[in-house]
C-alpha cells in the first residue's frame, strides 16, 4: 500500500472514531449526561453570556430551528436560563446557570487537555512540514465544504 493511502487511512480512522466519540454523552462534571450539541451549545453561551438565538445558530453553524431543540433540553437539565433583553423584550438571551458553568469549565479542560496533546507534537515538527501539514488539512476542509 502506497504510503498516501496509509494517510488517508489513518486519517478516516480519526474522523469515525471521532464521529463515535461525539456521539456519546459525556457527564462534563454533573450528573447529566450531555450530547456533543449540548456542550458545544454551553460552550458557546458560556463564551458570550447574554447571546441570542441567531447569533447561537450563527457562532456553532447549524439553523435557527435548530437552537431551541437543545435550548429546551438545557433548560431541562437546569444548564442555562433565559431571560429578556431590556431594551427589547421580544428579544429573548441566555447565560449559564452554576450547573452549567460547571460543564464549561470541564468542557475546557477536557479541549485544554487534548488539544495540548495535539499541539505539542505540531511545536516540534520543522517549520516546513508543518506548513505542508497545514495546506493539506486546509484542502481537506475546503472539499467538506463543497460537500455541504
Do not use: W
Amino acid at each position: 500500500m502506497r504510503q498516501s493511502e496509509q494517510i488517508f487511512n489513518i486519517l478516516h480512522s480519526i474522523i469515525h472514531k471521532a464521529s463515535i466519540l461525539m456521539a456519546q454523552p459525556r457527564p462534563f462534571g454533573t450528573d447529566d449526561l450531555l450530547y456533543s450539541s449540548e456542550i458545544h451549545m454551553i460552550d458557546v453561551i458560556g463564551r458570550q453570556p447574554g447571546i441570542c438565538v441567531t447569533e447561537i445558530a450563527n457562532k456553532l453553524d447549524i439553523t435557527k430551528g435548530a437552537v431551541p431543540k437543545i435550548i429546551r433540553k438545557l433548560l431541562h437539565k437546569d444548564m442555562i436560563y433565559r431571560y429578556q433583553a431590556l431594551e427589547n423584550k421580544k428579544m429573548v438571551l441566555f447565560n449559564l446557570t452554576d450547573k452549567g458553568e460547571i460543564a464549561f469549565q470541564a468542557h475546557a479542560a477536557f479541549h485544554e487537555e487534548l488539544d495540548q496533546n495535539i499541539i505539542q507534537k505540531f511545536d516540534v515538527m520543522p517549520e516546513k512540514e508543518c506548513q505542508q501539514f497545514k495546506d493539506i488539512m486546509h484542502d481537506i476542509e475546503s472539499y467538506i465544504d463543497k460537500m455541504k
